[in-house]
């Protein structure tokens, strides 16, 4: 049996959980589907006391977040707060900003900074911090280095570690089984995202199993490399997005056993 877990990523059912009540029914259908675990990102408004109750009743954990990066920097105490709350370890971050637009050691080298600087806070309460990315940050930086390169290379891995996303690394023309080998230690929640092709021959992401991706090699190098915990996200759905986390739920606990 594997050890590698499932979770769903909330931000795949964002148009349903925007009210408390929404957000509770949401739990209520992850959890009837068979997951145990959510991420939660997108989410609508809540109290932090009222969504652990919600997922203690429905026996779900929190595996990790995606936190404004301002909130990250500049409020830690109330981030602490909330996610000792909620019970999760792990601050996400989703989305590399302005400082990736342009692609440049510079722009990334503040990144960089900010990144240690967030782990770093964050670190002192206990909690850890992980960056996420999209396929951009696989432009190439005026030194040759490709932006996700520099960033694991630059960042400090007992403050940085990183939520890959299989997609996005595919996305950018690279591996996503080298980067979770390369990445060995620094991965504890991995984003599973599969990717197909339309019938206008563009990329496009799709439940697991639906789409092209070597899952069993994605699979094994997370084995072997010690990622906890596969959270299933679908940013676009082309239909009911539970449905879509239903069908990944099942492909993955039907062919590798996870759960």
């Known amino acids: 049996m594997s050890k590698l877990g499932l979770a769903a990523q909330l931000y795949t059912l964002r148009e349903q959980m925007q009210t408390p009540e929404g957000i509770r029914?949401?739990?209520r259908r992850v959890s009837e589907i068979g997951y145990t675990s959510v991420q939660v990102s997108a989410?609508?408004?809540?109290?932090?006391?009222r969504l652990a109750d919600y997922c203690r009743q429905y026996g779900l954990t929190v595996c990790a977040t995606h936190t404004p990066f301002d909130e990250v920097l500049n409020d830690t105490e109330a981030v602490a707060k909330r996610h000792k709350i909620i019970g999760c370890p792990l601050v996400g971050y989703g989305y590399g900003g302005p400082y990736i637009d342009e692609p440049t050691v510079s722009s990334y080298g503040k990144l960089v900074e900010k990144l240690n600087e967030a782990g770093r806070k964050l670190k002192a309460y206990g909690l850890r911090f992980a960056y996420h990315n999209h396929n951009t940050e696989f432009r190439r930086l005026d030194n040759g280095m490709t932006g996700y390169d520099f960033l694991i290379r630059e960042t400090d891995p007992e403050l940085?570690?990183?939520?890959?996303d299989t997609y996005w690394i595919q996305a950018g023309g690279a591996s996503p089984?080298?980067?979770?080998?390369?990445?060995?230690g620094r991965i504890e929640v991995i984003h599973f995202k599969d990717m197909a092709v339309d019938d206008k021959h563009r990329p496009q992401i799709a439940e697991i199993g639906g789409g092209n991706l070597n899952w069993h090699d994605i699979i094994?190098?997370?084995e072997e490399t010690g990622v906890k915990t596969a959270a299933i996200e679908q940013d676009v759905?082309?239909?009911?997005?539970?449905d879509c986390l239903r069908s990944s739920y099942n492909y993955l606990h039907g062919q590798f056993g996870l759960k």
């Open 177 to 184: 089984v080298e980067y979770i080998r390369r990445l060995k």
């Open 25 to 27: 029914e949401g739990l």
């Open 160 to 164: 940085v570690g990183f939520i890959l």
């Open 220 to 222: 094994a190098a997370c």
């Open 43 to 49: 989410i609508g408004k809540i109290e932090p006391e």
């Open 237 to 242: 759905c082309p239909r009911d997005p539970f």
